[in-house]
């Protein structure tokens, strides 16, 4: 991250720091909006064909949604579930464990894949489309244990969760639900230092993808930090827009 991002980044925060503390029926209010609208994003990047507006009925009024697979509704839920998780790990402002990680990665699938959810992947993994070589079964347990070792030392801050995000990926741990779960990680650990979640939409799926696999194929970290700063900056922009509008009611 360059020292010009890190400066924009700084003020944004210490204008998100002004407004602290939030009255907690404001903060209710935020929690249902980002369970939407994280839960929508992160899920249509995989291939979720429930709306914006589809996963909002979905999480807040319990309906199905007429001619859409069981299977996104129950993604919509599992999400949902694994976000509650999220916040009451980084409220508890413990070291992170890979308990931790597996459990998250369990809420996502229980309902989907009951039988895999919170397991490490006994077959090899491949992503379609890429050429990029996944950890073999049984380097994954050794792997896990280095990334949750590298994560309790690492230090709080968007570089941390932009790194956590990357390094999860690469290991591809689970059989479904990787991104998912690397995703959460990453916004748990912005949480904890103070920051907003970063939403990740469908329309950003291609350049997100890019800069993955530059990152991965090329070891060129340039698209992928400039990718997720941006990603960082926006959020921090929607959010502090959100808070200055509660401040004034």
């Known amino acids: 991250m360059t020292g010009a991002a890190r400066s924009r980044l700084r003020g944004l925060k210490e204008r998100l720091d002004h407004l602290r503390p939030l009255d907690p029926r404001s903060l209710e ?17 995989e291939g979720n064909t429930l709306t914006r ?15 859409k697979p069981l299977k996104d509704h129950l993604e919509a839920l599992g999400h949902r579930d694994a976000l ?15 308990i931790d990680i597996r459990e998250i990665h369990r809420l996502i699938q229980t309902r989907v894949d009951p039988e895999e959810a919170g397991r490490y992947s006994r077959h ?7 050429s ?41 741990p689970f059989n479904d639900g990787n991104g ?5 990680l990453m916004n748990l650990l912005l949480i904890k230092a ?19 696999q530059a990152l991965q ?9 400039r990718f997720m700063t941006e990603r960082l900056e926006a959020s921090l922009d929607h959010h502090l827009v959100m808070l200055e509008r509660v401040a004034q009611v």
């Open 84 to 98: 509650h998780l999220v916040r009451a790990l980084a409220a508890a402002g413990e070291t992170l464990r890979e």
């Open 29 to 45: 209010a935020l929690a249902a909006w980002y369970d939407v609208e994280l839960t929508y994003s992160s899920n249509a990047i």
């Open 217 to 225: 194929l090329r070891n060129d970290t340039l698209p992928y930090q």
């Open 180 to 184: 998912r779960t690397a995703r959460l």
């Open 124 to 130: 090899q993994r491949m992503i379609a489309g890429s």
């Open 132 to 172: 990029l070589v996944l950890p073999g079964p049984v380097e994954i347990p050794a792997l896990m244990g280095d990334f949750a070792a590298w994560l309790a030392a690492a230090p709080i801050g968007p570089e941390t969760a932009f790194a956590a995000h990357a390094r999860l990926v690469a290991i591809h």
């Open 194 to 212: 103070g920051y907003p979640p970063v939403v990740i939409g469908p329309e950003h799926r291609a350049a997100y993808i890019d800069a993955l």
């Open 53 to 67: 507006s589809e996963t909002a009925i979905v999480l807040e009024k319990g309906i199905t949604i007429g001619g």
